[in-house]
């Protein structure tokens, strides 16, 4: 693979990021209110009978010098934000938006100071914690016909990888309300979504009106690490999907999407760190 050249990174003003976040802000909801999208909304009456997709992420990890405080905090706030999203069915030509569904999180509506990653570094924000849920939800999408209209990577590789269990870069960040997740339906039936926390782990699943005739694999073909002429490191891949017919032979492996981060830690670091 070519090498990319990724930027240093950047260090932009408090006022400067406080006027941009509210500009982009208002571009959101001009492109909600305006933009002639149809929304999915919770309907109890639809049947969706068929399971299509699923998974879980912990919702406490054990990290060098982070405060356990924040991580608990964020599973308050993914209480709060959950059954927003619980229950919301996708009807063909509908879109599912991430933070037209959840709103502000704010103090008022009872959320808590949580993690945060800001200009690459751990911080605490109201609300934060939330990506934990745009990232499942990203993921258990790759693995489904739906369409992901909108997503933003990390650009931050905050962490090492600790017990891993998919590629590096299948998830998608978030920040109210212009860094959103949205995801369209696109095939001729509705699609339930499925949402819950358990004592240790965030659960999901999407449901079918009809059965499937596709499973997908998602892959990770190419991953390297770089140094940069600015003295840091950079981490990049390119994620695949596969989709195999019921007998188990492969119809499709179509690119999906690419990740450039810049790396905050060693990638030197001794094993088992």
Known sequence: MKPILTPSPKRRGELRRWLGGKYFCLLRRLKWYAGGLRFA???????CPHLCAHHATPLLRQLKNLDMALQHNKVHNLS???PRLDGVVLRPGETLSYWQRIGL?????????GM????GKVSSAIGGGLCQC???LYWMTLHTPLTVTERHRHGYDV???VDRTQP???GATCSYNYMDLMIRNDTPYAWRLRLWLTDKELRGEWWAEEPQPLRYEVYEKEHWIQGEPWGGYTRHNVLFRRA????GKQVEDEYMTENHVIMMYSPMLPEGV
């Open 80 to 82: 709060l934000a959950v």
């Open 105 to 113: 999180p704010t103090a008022r509506r009872g959320y808590r100071e």
């Open 168 to 170: 590096f870069g299948g």
């Open 134 to 136: 745009s990232n499942l």
């Open 244 to 247: 195999f017919d019921q007998s």
């Open 116 to 119: 945060q990653l800001k200009n």
């Open 41 to 47: 909304k919770p309907r109890p009456e639809a049947e």
């Open 159 to 161: 962490f090492p990888d």
